[in-house]
């Protein structure tokens, strides 16, 4: 199912303590370097790498569009194996395979206690590995509130059938968790990347009837389809006009925008029926306009709703459960592997959409 | 897929205007009888009547367990076509092809403006065919309320099809759209009757991981894994047991009740997590207990819900979509087929619980 | 409380089946003229109104600012008398008290079936008087759906202290209930007119502890305190800063709009914590933008709510409920009284927003 | 408002590292000893108590009902200052006044990241404090999982101002909270001690129209109508039926059990409406029946939920703003106030029911 490596991770020759990670070093310039393998702290954990991968995320942090720290390691996505467990972690062994989501959220600050961990200690604040602390692109990670946040990978599960929960998977399904979705529903999803893609197994797992999908690429179409797809509707400016005809000039009950542009947002609300709910999972720069007429001038009865990658364990466990059970199998979307000394050839392609590539597995160890 | 019959129903040789009924006349004594095919007042139909089916309430009431007045037409589940509008329905053509809910509430009263639409005028009042008014069981039905309640029925699809979506999928499913499972839940069924098998379906379609059954029944055991149950389990005194050793003590995050027995419904809340839910669809009689020991004394934080079958257009249409779009198939439940005049044989069988009846198509024209 | 009118309405010398209404005539023009007393169909009524008001949205009408056909009776509020009820309405007497609520859902179509039954029929579709059939300010006007939306009021309530009920209080109040308001949450209002203000009634009616009110009127802002604003803010450009500094940085747990200005909006938008609500009932023109610093880029958590005046009569009924147990009393804003002949000085005073002007009590009979 | 203690608390002479605790002996006995001041571990912080209290369970423990094991600290209601912080505890000081919630969940553990804190680690695990660990009833307390559990007390409030939501009144709004009351609502609640008292206040917050309220104590049912009680009604055996008859046959839309009797439970389902919630806060022991007839065999759409008291820092600290704001004011639940030195005596009044008593304060330091 996935490419074959070329060749089998060389046997690292790093100095005691050392390890390879892959470092911001300014807008465009980025790469792997040796750091010393970080120590775990009160309720810390230290995590050797197996499989990690690139998040459209990423590609903004190297191009310097979202700004981190230079030094910083890169990447919020990883399974590994325990390597060391901080005071206070308990329930857990060294040598345990586990996967943290890429929002590691504390539980004990009050937007955690509100239930909104994603936005732990502040704004976007659960959004941590890769971002305000060392990520997951390299040898060995520190995850932060690790009680909260490790999750057992049963024996039965590979690494590449779990390492997509861990973001893209947990917030396209969240895409639809967040829609108000009822058994039977109508939705329609605009783009079908990766996160697009997730958005739509989502809406099928939440019971909706018919899932409309909108894309240009038409082999992302066709991988709707196998996920679960009703229609798949090429973009075109006539698009939002095909949808209200499929639903007989009713409209959508859910609309999910999965890329943050104007056009896919508008486009959503443009087909959204009155009493709907778009969910929104893109992120947005620059302006968002709000098109009043397709929002009734604020009458509408309509629900904009977005969502930041949800996180922590019990999240982790139940997405896991999807997977065992057979419900889910995000591996298609893991198209190409690398290695992660090739980490450089995988950012190329990424960056390149070339070779219908979905997700990169980036073998760690 | 159904049983052929084995003579078509014979030409009707009935004076004009009068109709066959399936009549209750007291306990333990109903049949076929001839009444004036009924009229449509104000905002009233009359459906000419192609499919109906004998749901487990006509056996109570042929009974006399459940009272009704006699001289009352049996039966609330109908595919037809329409025979007659009255006035003030719009948007309906005679000889359009339909079905209505079991349930058929008026949408304008306090509990249906509340949203308890089957609490209709009052306490189950939105149950009125075959129970205050003359039911499906015939060649023609009166519908009230018919502008909230005449759900037409797609060229696509079956009498065959929908059938089952007028009570015991539309409550199946209800039972598990009450029991707040997201996505990777654990849910438990207790029983696979034919409202057992559609909560199966329901815990299915509403994203549940693990959806273990519980029947003494082993043909229905078989057929609840071909519906989407992950885990079949035979009764037995050791099945709570066994569902508390599968979820490794955690036990289930939602368990749906189907039966209205004191013992299913106390094996619910026995393997039921604190914060979890029960939903229960079954009709209980005599006595019920909560056990305490598993209701944590009233501190688990447990919620239970009870469920009549939610009937109205909306739903029915929604539900049909369901069918259309291939995700769900309720015929491999209706395991038998009889014409009108051998009612008597019908419900014969479907009393008998022989030959593996699970439900019958009626056929009336 | 209420001004006295300067003289009793005058002996109607109108002929027999002959009535008064105010008519829109064209943009600018519009007057009491005589027209037929309605009669009631299948499924109507026809209230002999007692007490109407002028809503902002009638002003909008007059001016030619939003479409109705030339000939309509303004006027979407009323309190009157049952005068005549058409067949198929049951429960209910000739010379009733009733009300009904500017939004009439027919309960019964596929909107309405779903809960959303301000979009009856298709989008705005509740508001039928004064938009799409004749309105309330006029002698008699005819009610569709009777069944749904007569709600009988008590005798130990006034006209005037149900008036507000049909429109404003419900939509203020909607704009609490839909804002996800728990038990000791910051909420901050925009725009304390008439709606705002009943909206500030609706926050604390929900349980919050600190309800942060802002508008540049001075008196209106008095009258917020009155109603349960615990902090009043002239508007200015540092109230978003002032705002948050109330809330310690944290932002504030539901932001409510009641105006319908990109300002407004984006004010709203600013002050919310990532989490949070933002309530809108204000109807906005033009463009409306979405500042993206304040939405988190997309990744807030945010929850954008907008909401039509809910109706029929449950919603009255409760409505009125509060009213009786005296934990509302809305008649601080009626201040000013007109009779229906002097209703073209009423719309005056209302358009200059002169002397106070709040909402006005039109006494029709 | 409070009693004044007779005398202020005596100096205490305890050697250095040693605190005064009342202490759990065995079935009836318990009392003051002295103990070893804790210390606190990673995670942990431990307070000097200010002030505390005696809950109906302390009474449960001591009378050897609830079984603790013997030697623990009773008591788990406090208001006190830091004493000191262990390692990975941050934003707090030495000396900083804080209450802790008598539920102190951990905010990392799958029921905790399910949002199900008072079912921490599992059934009813959120209570550990005079349960599973020492308690509060003395001069100082170990408070597990502090990050998520100190919260900070505001100047102006004072210790007995505060005190009582750490337990009955989180209950007591709990019971509300968790009942779907929609404004307008009619609401019922049987048994009004201290929490029934508090699920009073918490109704009323929650924007019910009616409350009704039941009690065999008339003092109790004056202070109810303080509380915001709309109609009190003594106990007796056709209370059911007065309530059906206030509500015009309707029924209440949330019926709150707020005692853990059969009585009190089966009282409130009898005036339950079809569709309406019963939110239950009571601890019942032995058996608990549903009587069929009331929960309309089962199909009712009824809901019946239970509530242990939810704690974490962030709940407490959303009560504390509803005291500041003045929209809730306890402090005329605690009718008596003692010493430490005295609890014996507390314990003695607090079961005797006697002098009018509700809640003691009792002033540690």
Redesign the interface.
């Known amino acids: 199912m996935l490419l074959e490596l070329e060749s089998a991770p060389a046997p690292k020759l790093l100095p005691r303590g050392i390890m390879r990670a892959n470092v911001f070093r300014g807008p465009g310039r980025f790469g792997l370097e040796e750091k010393a393998i970080p120590e775990a702290g009160?309720?810390e954990a230290v995590i050797r790498v197996r499989l990690t991968t690139i998040c459209g995320t990423d590609i903004h942090i190297v191009r310097g569009e979202y700004p981190v720290r230079e030094g910083l390691t890169i990447g919020h996505e990883a399974v590994g194996v325990i390597h060391e467990l901080g005071?206070?972690v308990e329930g857990y062994q060294v040598g345990q395979r586990v996967m943290t989501g890429a929002i590691t959220p504390?539980?004990?600050?009050?937007?955690?206690?509100?239930?909104?961990?994603?936005?732990c200690g502040?704004?976007?604040g659960g959004w941590k590995l890769g971002n305000t602390m060392d990520g997951t692109q390299a040898d060995y990670v520190l995850i932060p509130?690790a009680?909260?946040n490790l999750a057992s990978v049963p024996d039965a599960l590979s690494d590449e059938q779990v390492i997509l929960l861990t973001d893209i998977a947990s917030t396209g399904?969240s895409a639809?968790?967040r829609g108000n979705i009822?058994?039977?529903?109508?939705v329609a999803i605009f783009a079908q990347g990766p996160i697009g893609l997730c958005a739509t197994v989502?809406a099928r797992?939440?019971?909706a009837?018919?899932i409309i999908v909108v894309d240009p690429d038409i082999n992302r179409l066709r991988m709707a389809e196998d996920f679960g797809a009703?229609m798949a509707l090429q973009s075109g400016p006539d698009v939002t006009e095909r949808i209200r005809k499929l639903t007989k000039g009713?409209g959508v009950d859910t609309a999910i925008e999965a890329l943050?542009t104007q056009e896919t947002f508008e486009n959503a609300l443009r087909v959204l029926?009155?009493?709907g709910t778009l969910s929104?999972?893109?992120?947005?720069?620059?302006?968002?306009?709000?098109p009043?007429d397709a929002?009734?001038?604020?009458?509408?009865?309509?629900?904009?709703?977005?969502?930041?990658c949800p996180g922590?364990?019990?999240?982790m466990?139940?997405?896991?459960?999807?997977v065992?059970?057979h419900?889910v199998d995000l591996t298609p979307l893991l198209t190409h592997a690398f290695s992660l000394d090739d980490i450089g050839k995988a950012y190329d392609l990424f960056q390149s959409h070339g070779d219908g590539v979905l997700k990169l597995a980036i073998r760690v160890s």
């Open positions: 009160y309720g005071p206070g504390c539980g004990q600050c009050e937007p955690c206690l509100a239930g909104d961990r994603s936005q502040g704004p976007l509130h009680q909260a399904f639809a968790e009822r058994l039977g529903d109508t989502g797992l939440s019971g009837a018919e009703t009713r943050g029926r009155p009493g929104s999972v893109g992120v947005y720069s620059g302006h968002l306009k709000v009043l929002f009734g001038a604020g009458l509408g009865d309509h629900t904009i709703v977005t969502t930041l922590g364990k019990e999240r466990h139940r997405l896991m459960r999807l065992e059970s419900r």
